[in-house]
Nanobody, 111 residues
Framework: QVQLVESGGGLVQPGGSLTLSCVASGFDFSAWGLSWVRQAPGKALEWVSTITRAGHEVHADLVKGRFTISRDNAKNTLYLQMNNLNSEDTAVYFC?????RGQGTQVTVSS
């Protein structure tokens, strides 16, 4: 079965950076487009970024120019490099494959 395990979250100051990782198993990782989504307290789930199986990136306007999504097919791992973070980026971040998500990793941006 599909398993997605996120890590790398934490507390960071405004303007700081974090890199999230998602280790996947249970499917042919290289054959699928994958996404990062997030959920802020009291808000709905929000799409952040997607990478196609060919490696093309698409980002939500709110994170464009600040976030980079990448993948290492040899390691079955998806990444999200987040730069210039602000308080609006505070959320639980999930990697997603075909509407299946992991348990998430908390990102808190605060001084």
């Amino acid at each position: 079965q599909v398993q997605l395990v996120e890590s790398g979250g934490g507390l960071v100051q405004p303007g700081g950076s974090l890199t999230l990782s998602c280790v996947a198993s249970g499917f042919d990782f290289s054959a699928w487009g994958l996404s990062w989504v997030r959920q802020a307290p009291g808000k709905a789930l929000e799409w952040v970024s997607t990478i196609t199986r060919a490696g093309h990136e698409v980002h939500a306007d709110l994170v464009k120019g600040r976030f980079t999504i990448s993948r290492d097919n040899a390691k079955n791992t998806l990444y999200l490099q987040m730069n210039n973070l602000n308080s609006e980026d505070t959320a639980v971040y999930f990697c997603e494959k075909d509407e299946v998500r992991g348990q998430g990793t908390q990102v808190t941006v605060s001084s």
